[in-house]
């Protein structure tokens, strides 16, 4: 079975640019999560999409931050402009809900804005 | 806001013996606990969840639960240096409330060294 996939992996920009990272969950899973990891600290959870509706995004950041999910599949989140405090790893996870509750993580994408 | 509290360490254990990591979290409603393993540059790796008070085991790994007092404990017996990684507890949900299929609430991670 294929893990979770995000894309890029590594992202340079600058502040007040523009960037996207996209996610592909594992086959068949209902529930996928966007989390921010600064360095040193734990995940923190952004947005929850079940299907392609919004779950939760009390964490989001909804002047620069958003995120879409269309037809319940993959996902990207966009952040525009960037901000310097916005360099972190942004991670991927989905779980499948009627078989499980865990969550499984992608590789993530390291975003250093300059 | 929910909370879950870790101590950061680095904690240091020689290898061969029982390392022992601790969780405390704010909400009394939490009925589900996860421990992640995370390597340096990786991302997190699921390794045990807990849902009920008392012991689990998996292998080397036991998670231990305990409601009353609002903590969980993950023990890695006869620790090998590849078990050097910080380790993630986390509770589902981000606010007051939140059932096994909410967003993760995660502490900040203990990092664990094991000593050849």
């Known amino acids: 079975e294929a893990g979770v996939a995000q894309s890029p992996r590594y992202k340079i920009i600058e502040k007040r640019q523009s960037v996207a990272f996209w996610c592909n969950p594992i086959?068949?899973?209902?529930?996928l999560y966007w989390y921010q990891q600064i360095l040193g600290q734990g995940p923190k959870l952004l947005i929850q999409?079940?299907?392609?509706?919004?779950?939760?995004d009390s964490q989001l950041p909804k002047d620069r931050f958003s995120a879409e999910r269309l037809k319940g599949v993959d996902s990207t989140l966009k952040i525009q402009p960037a901000k310097l405090e916005d360099s972190a790893v942004y991670l991927c996870?989905?779980?499948?809900?009627?078989?499980?509750?865990?969550?499984?993580f992608g590789p993530g994408t390291r975003l250093t804005v300059t | 806001q929910k909370e879950v509290e870790q101590n950061s360490g680095p904690l240091s254990v020689p290898e061969g013996a029982i390392a022992s990591l601790n969780c405390t979290y704010s909400?009394?409603?939490?009925?589900?606990f996860f421990w992640y393993r995370q390597y340096s540059g990786k991302s997190p790796e699921l390794i045990m969840f807990?849902?009920?008070?008392g012991d689990k085991e998996d292998g080397r790994f036991t998670a231990q639960l305990n409601k009353a007092s609002q903590y969980v404990s993950l023990l890695i017996r006869d620790s090998q240096p590849s078990d050097s990684a910080t380790y993630l507890c986390?509770?589902?949900?981000?606010?007051?409330?939140?059932?096994?299929?909410?967003?993760?609430?995660f502490g900040k991670g203990t990092h664990l060294i094991i000593q050849p």
């Open positions: 807990i849902y009920s008070n």
């Open positions: 996870a989905s779980s499948h809900g009627l078989l499980g509750y865990e969550q499984y």
């Open positions: 086959s068949g899973h209902a529930t």
């Open positions: 909400d009394r409603g939490s009925q589900s």
């Open positions: 999409f079940q299907n392609n509706g919004v779950v939760d």
């Open positions: 986390a509770v589902p949900g981000v606010g007051n409330s939140g059932g096994g299929a909410d967003g993760l609430t």
